[in-house]
């Protein structure tokens, strides 16, 4: 696949809104009423969950610059999972 390119507004807005749909996806999990989010897997049943670092690893968007902004927010929740071990929907709204 040939390399896209994009540059100033147009890449920030792009890669914003890829950032804005994981906060949002992920955000809906959020404290005590938060709620739960159906995952669906290629093998196997669906996934009900509402553990935010699960929901960002399964998220992946199929515009490129979208997509690159989603990825962004799932190394943080990643390296919160692994440095603390709570706080991934926080840190990804953050």
Do not use: W, Y
Request: aromatic letters at 4%; glycine letters at 10%; a negative charge.
């Amino acid at each position: 696949m040939p390399k896209q390119f994009q540059f100033k507004d147009n890449a920030r807005t792009q890669l914003m809104e890829g950032i804005d749909l994981m906060a949002r996806t992920v955000g809906i999990t959020l404290g005590p009423s938060g709620r739960n989010v159906i995952l669906e897997k290629e093998f196997g049943p669906p996934q009900v969950c509402s553990d935010g670092v699960t929901i960002a690893k399964e998220i992946e968007l199929l515009e490129p610059f979208h997509n690159m902004g989603a990825q962004l927010l799932k190394e943080a929740a990643s390296k919160t999972n692994d440095d603390v071990g709570d706080g991934t929907t926080t840190s990804t709204i953050l």
